[in-house]
Each structure stands twice: as C-alpha cells, then as structure tokens.
C-alpha cells in the first residue's frame, strides 16, 4: 500500500519534531510525510525544514484551522492511503504494520482502520480509549459493525490521530468539515460509517497527549465555556440530525438529546458570563426542540445546583 502519513500543527516548534519520528521510525515505512503549518507564528515549519530536509514534505496555510490543514494535506498526498497524525502525539513503531494485518485480515470491504490508545500528560484518566468507550474484543483485530451507536452515545473511540483509510473515501465524503472548531473526527467518522467497513486493533497504538498545562490543546477548549465549542456542537448534531440516512432511526432522539444538553450547557456559559442576548438567542434552540420556556428555566437551575453540590464535595 501507498501510505501518505498527515500532519497539522499550528505554534509545535518544540513538540512537532517528536511526532515526526515516531512516523520514521515505523517498522513498516509510510511512503511520505506531510506537515500542514497551520499559520505558525514560532518558526515551526522552518524548524522542520532544516531537521528533515526531504524526508518531510512542509505546506504552509494561514492561520484556518486543522480541519483545513488535514484537507489541505489530503489534497496534496501521493498515497492512496491516508493516515493522521496530530503534532503533539505520537504512534507506537508497530502502528502502521498491525494496521496493515488487521485490513488484510478483513477484506476488501473494511476501507477504515482505526486503533486504540493510550492518554500521556498528567490526565486522571488511567484507562485506554477503547476502555474508556466500552470496546472489548478478545481478537487482536476486529471490525466495528455498527460505529453510529457509539457516536450516538457520545463516545467517540474513532481518534483521527489513529485512522489508515483510502483516501478516495476521503474524497467521497469531502474531507472534514472545516467549520467544525472541535468534533470534526466524529462528524468524518459519522459520513463515513454510511461508505465503507470499519475494522480495529486492539492494541494502544497511539499516544495522545492531554497534558491540561499547555496553552495550546483541545483538553483546554473542551474543559471552557468558549462559544467556538458550543457552536460547533450544535452545528455538529444539527447535521447528524438532517441527515438522510437516520430519518426514523432509533438514533435520532439519542442525537437530538445530545444537542439538547449542547443547548442548555452554552445558555449556561453564557449566562454565566452575563450574557443576556446570547443566552436568550441560545435558549431559541431549545424551544425549537420542544422545551417549554419553564422546562428550560427548572433545568438551568437543577444542573446549577447539581454543579455547586459537586463542587463542594471534597477531592
């Protein structure tokens, strides 16, 4: 297989270096590596320039976001396989070679592969990501028959950082979304579970930095009140929601409850900073899901409470 190996960073002078050799030092070699500099204002794509040279190839953006960087990367690859790698983590040696068993292993029909991982960076959270999202399989490899239910659930095991898939799937569904601020690997995931088979490793192939000390991470957005999450939650399940293929699934009330708690967690944020307009056009949307004016005035109050009572329970 051509393996065409993807990595967005944006200010990763410091890190970028580390994730780039675990692609090198793959014990199945990926055919190229792409750095997409997503607008870095710290040197980071001279700095691999000058360490790299050929070895890695560097595109330059503005400053768009890494949905665009991977798109603009995918559009730029040579491989007809496209794997994902985010600056700030790392791939074990034997993660493309084990991907390659398990898609093998398979069949033709599996056009995805993903594995699991492991969290780096002074998190609590001591499991893997298949633990974390209840996958169990006593086989080395396995498929996934049914990858809306854990989306559905609000658990996402399918981390870009993990994925090996064609990339004229890629091109199929159009890339990821490059609206989406965070979640835009669940909503690939999400258009591509409707095109091909999914299959796994069972194995912590990856390492997924979640060290909360960082300026710059997604553990940060996720854990704020900023609206750049909240919107593109609510753009996000609107979507699944409109989606041709789950009209009358018994999906479609799991999703819309996901966006209802998206609702009431922004109008929350935002009430909390006071602010009023905001709050009252994000309340808009949870009348357009039914709620009644004091439905939603009870609910704001009892997860306000609920929120003070665990705040006060002793670590």
Same mark, same amino acid.
């Given at each position: 297989? %051509?393996?065409? #190996? ?15 050799? $675990?692609?090198?030092? /793959? ?5 190229? !590596? !792409? ?25 330059? /953006?503005?400053?768009? *976001?890494?949905?665009?960087?991977? %798109?603009? *990367? ?21 993660? !493309?070679? =084990?991907? =390659? ?14 594995? @699991? $991982? ?12 298949? /633990?974390?999202? *209840? ?51 669940? @909503? ?8 091909? &088979?999914?299959?796994?490793? #069972? ?16 553990? %940060? =957005?996720?854990?704020?009140? @900023? ?10 399940? #609107?979507?699944?929601? #409109? ?5 009358? $699934? ?39 899901? *039914?709620? $009644? ?9 009892? %997860? &306000?409470? &609920? &929120? ?8």
């Amino acid at each position: 297989m %051509n393996i065409s #190996a993807i990595i967005p960073t944006y200010n990763r002078r410091a890190l970028v270096s580390r994730a780039i050799e $675990s692609v090198l030092a /793959q014990t199945v070699a990926v055919n190229e !590596i !792409i750095v997409v500099d997503d607008g870095s204002t710290d040197g980071t794509a001279e700095a691999v320039q000058s360490q790299f040279g050929p070895r890695v190839m560097v595109l330059r /953006q503005a400053n768009i *976001g890494v949905s665009a960087a991977r %798109n603009h *990367g995918i559009h730029a690859a040579s491989g007809e396989w496209i794997a994902f790698l985010d600056s700030d983590d790392s791939w074990l040696p034997t993660k !493309i070679a =084990l991907q =390659l068993q398990a898609l093998a292993a398979c069949g033709d029909a599996c056009g995805m592969c993903f594995t @699991d $991982s492991i969290y780096d960076g002074g998190t609590d959270n001591k499991v893997s990501v298949f /633990q974390e999202t *209840g996958i169990q399989s006593a086989a080395r490899f396995g498929t996934i028959a049914d990858p809306i239910a854990f989306l559905a659930s609000g658990w996402n095991p399918f981390l870009a950082q993990t994925l090996l898939l064609r990339r004229s799937l890629l091109c199929e569904v159009r890339g990821f979304d490059e609206a989406l601020f965070i979640g835009e690997d669940h @909503d690939l995931v999400f258009r591509l579970s409707f095109k091909t &088979k999914f299959c796994f490793v #069972a194995e912590p192939l990856t390492r997924v930095d979640r060290n909360p000390s960082r300026g710059v991470g997604l553990c %940060n =957005l996720i854990a704020s009140r @900023d609206d750049r999450k909240y919107d593109s939650l609510q753009r996000l399940y #609107a979507k699944w929601l #409109a989606a041709p293929e789950l009209t009358g $699934s018994a999906y479609q009330p799991c999703i819309r409850e996901l966006l209802r708690r998206t609702y009431y967690s922004s109008t929350a944020a935002k009430i909390h900073d006071l602010r009023v307009g905001p709050a009252v056009r994000t309340i808009a949307g949870l009348r357009e899901l *039914g709620d $009644s004016y004091s439905s939603i005035i009870s609910t704001l109050v009892r %997860n &306000k409470v &609920k &929120k003070f009572r665990r705040s006060r329970v002793p670590a």
